[in-house]
């Protein structure tokens, strides 16, 4: 019988302390998909025309385009965005071995990018300062991508 009480006490503690362990990783995890646009790679790109379109509001566009070797796509044309609002990809693209950048184009010209050389990302970010955005992708290779997915904004 105390061989039974000491198992059942056992058992309950190393569940009570799974739990326990479990829990604190999960806590400890941080949220590593958003990227502060300040803390963004970034290149001045010329000043494009369409800056005085209406700005679109805010909304999820699906994307489905093929991008030219070394070109940008637009995937919107002018966005207002506020301090704290997020642009958020989550796409994927063929084929996996290019290398595309995902961003934003602020108003200014400055293109800011986040690199992917693996053929999909998940990744938010944060605009730091209220102003005009354009989403855009940017295709760093020498051939034809295919980009599907979404973009939150």
């Known amino acids: ?6 198992m059942c ?3 309950a ?3 009570v ?3 326990t362990i479990s ?3 999960a806590a400890e995890v941080p949220d590593e998909t958003i990227v502060w646009l300040e803390d963004m790679e970034w290149v001045d790109l010329p000043i494009v025309e369409y800056w005085d379109i209406n700005p679109m509001p805010l909304t999820t566009d699906s994307i489905d385009k093929s991008i030219s070797k070394y070109s940008i796509g637009y995937v919107t044309h002018s966005i207002d965005l506020n301090a704290n609002d997020m642009v958020t990809f989550n796409c994927s693209y063929s084929p996996l071995s290019a290398s595309i950048d995902f961003g934003v184009i602020a108003s200014n010209g400055r293109f800011y990018y986040i ?4 053929g999909s990302i998940n990744q938010t970010i944060r605009i730091s300062q209220s102003g005009s955005y ?3 992708i940017r295709n760093n290779s020498s051939q034809t991508v295919r980009v ?6």
């Open 17 to 19: 302390l799974g739990c």
């Open 1 to 6: 019988m105390n061989i039974r009480r000491l």
């Open 134 to 136: 354009s989403v855009a």
């Open 13 to 15: 503690s190393f569940t």
């Open 115 to 118: 690199n992917v050389k693996e």
């Open 148 to 153: 599907v997915g979404f973009v939150n904004y």
């Open 9 to 11: 006490t056992l058992l």
């Open 23 to 25: 829990s604190a990783g």
